[in-house]
Nanobody, 124 residues
């Protein structure tokens, strides 16, 4: 599975960005897609995930109500709509994929496939 993330950029606080993650190659009958982020000097952390087949979603508390994860079946693409951005949202954002086994996961070790990352910078 190859993942290609895009859509990052520079935005002012309060602004919006939409990240995209296009999936190609081997596909599973059921997959979870996740977004993670890594700020300078910090560990990579969970942001949001979606179970492709059913559309179930899961969010990290600090982004609930501001970020929305969604998928487009026809385009094999997952999106992360980010609204009301804050300077603390500044990070490299990564998309990731795993087989849908058991409950949805929020740890990096549970995901097998990763995109290259896209930088989001929020200025104050």
């Amino acid at each position: 599975v190859q993942l290609q993330a895009s859509g990052g950029g520079l935005v002012q606080a309060g602004g919006s960005l939409r990240l995209s993650c296009a999936a190609s190659g081997r596909t599973f009958s059921s997959v979870d897609m996740g977004w993670f982020r890594q700020a300078p000097g910090k560990e990579r952390e969970f942001v949001a995930a979606i179970r492709w087949s059913l559309g179930f979603t899961n969010y990290e508390d600090s982004v609930k109500g501001r970020f929305t994860i969604s998928r487009d079946n026809a385009k094999n693409t997952v999106y992360l709509q980010m609204n009301s951005l804050k300077p603390e949202d500044t990070a490299v954002y990564y998309c990731a994929a795993r087989r849908s086994l058991g409950t949805m996961k929020r740890t990096t070790t549970e995901y097998d496939y990763w995109g290259q990352g896209t930088l989001v910078t929020v200025s104050s």
